[in-house]
């Protein structure tokens, strides 16, 4: 049974930084193309906003658009875990933030490629 499990999420000021964490079992974790998406408040499944991606090597990352030069995402193999870490937080980044992955050598920013999904971690940002 596959399992992805983010942690770190919590109401922070503008400003401030935070880490995500997310660590995967049931899956070769080293073979997946790991990704975080985020739902803002209101928002319906299918319209979570694509933040970060990276490869199953850890080789290359893309970025949304909103979140370039400020968030970045990691991975240790090792631990199965990827990490967002977040810094600059505004308002607007406040959202559930959602791991996912899919196994395949590339990085897609689109969710429904993705094939497994966490629960979710709340991100709120207060001014």
């Known amino acids: 049974q596959v399992q992805l499990v983010e942690s770190g999420g919590g109401v922070v000021q503008v400003g401030d930084s935070l880490r995500l964490s997310c660590v995967g079992s049931?899956?070769?974790?080293?073979?997946?193309?790991m990704g975080w998406f985020r739902q803002a408040p209101g928002l319906h499944r299918g319209e979570r906003d694509f933040?970060?991606?990276?490869?199953?090597?850890?080789?290359?990352?893309y970025y949304g658009d909103s979140v370039k030069g400020r968030f970045s995402i990691s991975r240790d193999n090792a631990k199965n875990t990827v990490y967002l870490q977040m810094s600059s937080l505004k308002p607007e980044d406040t959202a559930v933030y959602y791991c996912?992955?899919?196994?395949?050598?590339?990085?897609?920013?689109?969710?429904?490629?993705?094939?497994?999904w966490g629960q979710g971690t709340q991100v709120t940002v207060s001014s």
């Open positions: 049931g899956l070769a974790f080293n073979i997946q193309n």
């Open positions: 933040v970060a991606t990276i490869t199953p090597n850890g080789g290359a990352t």
């Open positions: 996912a992955a899919r196994q395949s050598s590339r990085a897609a920013m689109t969710s429904p490629l993705y094939e497994h």
